[in-house]
């Protein structure tokens, strides 16, 4: 009897010891894809043209994860070019190894392979991924990204009934090499010649009367804002890029390129079906996409004349943006409040002013940043900095504000400080909207205002409950101010979200740094990296 209890406590102390360790070495999920990327054919506007195809879809597949999975993708490259994916608001937390961009990854070779290695860590909403090479974007390869909240982590509304994805943005009709060739030439790319949502002219999404659901929307365009609306129904403002919002109302919504909104719409009409419109903001001619709301209980097709988009240009739309605010008491993907950071009272440690210019160089258009337009080295500049690799990028060409003097050419890049707070000012002096990219970080856009940018401007920033996003659009003749913390090291980029200006040089890199070189900032270089140019045939 006694030994009977002994072996009885003994199995017990050992299963509680099991379970013991199983949560103390329980890591977060893996999840694996494999990617197929080759050509194929479809007919978006109705003319039957080339497209990138991910595992034979066009748009690519979305990916369904949740927060802090760990995503194991091999991409296969079937193309006859190099060819790299690019996650667009992922942060790669200390690793800008998996960022998918030419200056920290060498691009896949054709029919060759590379696995991403990456964690969704402390990030939900809605992203999108594209690819980054050349002008493959024009050809397709971009799709959803949706990072949902653990279970555990309450979300501040109430779990909706569907989730839809709509991926908007315009479109050409040409060949993506045709339209690299006429950017490579020194023009300017034409006008669209349409607008798709989810890579279609026509698509239906269908629901419940009475119910209600998440529609996720990104601009994958090349260069056109948009508005967005749903015919007879207003849409619920509750999330933005990872933030989640003040939930405000709204009739549409203008979406820049590069950027995600995330809505809540309850199907509370008449049984029928309804428009969903995707139209271009800001230009003369006015391209407009539709798609399909339909209530399954409808007997009722669409019908009559498409609303119209907004009258109003941008000083409606700088209203607009002006009211996307922070939730400050949800959380977003940790259990902490939005609000508990409270970055209006930190004082930045310096000031970047960046103005955009389209100058000629070289006999050419060309696209710059504070003068300075960026080119492609044949070397990641993240390669070049771990092996130390002299000649690749210059430190010294773009600086913190724009100068007189003529453009010129550069592989540019800005250092600065791990766990700097900066203010950045994005001054637009061109009568063309902007939109701009960070990779690696979210920010604050705390300002927006006409003219130019002065000391006094900030007196209008919004310090209490402006959204963090991880793109900011610019209006013609205007300002936008940004808040960053520096707490993610690594090499990003800082881009042109509009695809023909990132591509003829409206791009740097920030190198943020820290010498003291620790796992604590930064991860090691992956095993499996891929090596060219003058890192070629080195050891990681």
């Known amino acids: 009897m006694g030994e009977a209890v002994l072996v009885h406590i003994i199995c017990v102390l050992v299963v509680v010891g099991l379970f013991s360790v199983s949560l103390v070495k329980s890591e977060d999920p893996y999840r694996y894809f494999t990617w197929t990327v080759t050509y194929g054919t479809a007919s978006p506007l109705g003319v039957s043209q080339q497209v990138i195809l991910i595992n034979g879809q066009f748009p690519g597949p979305k990916l369904d994860v949740v927060t802090n999975d760990n995503i194991i993708l091999d991409l296969v490259n079937k193309l006859d070019q190099p060819f790299l994916l690019t996650w ?63 279970p555990r982590i309450p979300v501040p509304y109430p779990f909706p009934d569907g989730d839809f994805s709509l991926l908007i943005g315009d479109w050409y009709k040409s060949n993506h090499k045709e339209i690299q060739q006429y950017l490579d030439s020194g023009k300017s790319l034409p006008f669209p010649d349409g607008v798709l949502i989810n890579g279609q002219a026509q698509s239906t999404f269908s629901g419940d009367q009475g119910k209600t659901y998440m529609f996720r929307i990104s601009n994958v365009g090349l260069s056109t804002s948009l508005n967005f609306k749903i015919q007879g129904h207003t849409m619920k403002l509750v999330e933005v890029e990872g933030s989640n919002t003040i939930q405000n109302i709204y009739d549409s919504l203008d979406v820049h390129v590069g950027q995600s909104v995330s809505v809540l719409v309850t199907l509370n009409q008449p049984p029928k079906d309804y428009y969903i419109i995707a139209s271009t903001r800001f230009t003369r001619r006015v391209i407009t996409a539709t798609a399909v709301l339909h209530y399954s209980n409808s007997k009722t097709p669409v019908s009559g004349p498409v609303p119209v988009d907004p009258r109003y240009r941008t000083h409606w739309s700088m209203k607009q943006a002006r009211t996307f605010r922070w939730n400050l008491t949800a959380n977003a993907a940790r259990p902490n409040p939005q609000g508990s950071f409270h970055y209006g009272k930190i004082t930045p440690t310096k000031t970047i002013m960046l103005t955009n210019s389209a100058p000629l160089i070289n006999g050419k258009l060309r696209y710059a940043v504070n003068r300075v337009s960026y080119i492609n080295a044949i070397t990641p500049l993240k390669l070049a900095d771990h092996f130390n690799i002299p000649g690749v990028y210059d430190l010294d060409s773009i600086q913190d504000f724009p100068s007189e003097g003529p453009p010129f050419l550069s592989t540019s890049v800005m250092p600065v400080n791990l766990h700097d707070f900066i203010e950045v000012v994005f001054q637009n002096n061109e009568n063309t909207m902007q939109s701009w990219h960070l990779d690696g970080y979210d920010f604050w856009v705390v300002g927006y205002g006409y003219g130019q940018w002065t000391q006094a401007s900030r007196k209008t920033y919004n310090l209490v409950d402006a959204l963090t996003r991880h793109t900011a659009q610019v209006y013609p003749y205007s300002w936008t101010s940004i808040l960053v913390s520096l707490d993610n090291q690594g090499m990003w980029n800082m881009r042109s979200a509009i695809w023909e200006r990132q591509y003829l040089g409206q791009q740097f890199y920030l190198r943020v740094f820290n010498p003291t070189r620790s796992l604590a900032n930064e991860y090691d270089i992956p095993s499996n990296v891929l090596l060219c140019g003058k890192a070629s045939g080195r050891q990681p």
């Open 88 to 150: 667009n608001g992922i942060k790669q937390r200390k690793n800008s190894w998996q960022d998918g961009v030419l200056g920290t990854n060498c691009p896949i070779p054709p029919h060759s392979n590379y696995t991403y290695k990456f964690q969704t860590k402390d990030q939900i909403g809605g992203y999108t991924y594209f690819p980054a090479t050349q002008m493959h974007k024009a050809a397709g390869g971009f799709g959803a990204l949706n990072i949902y909240a653990r």
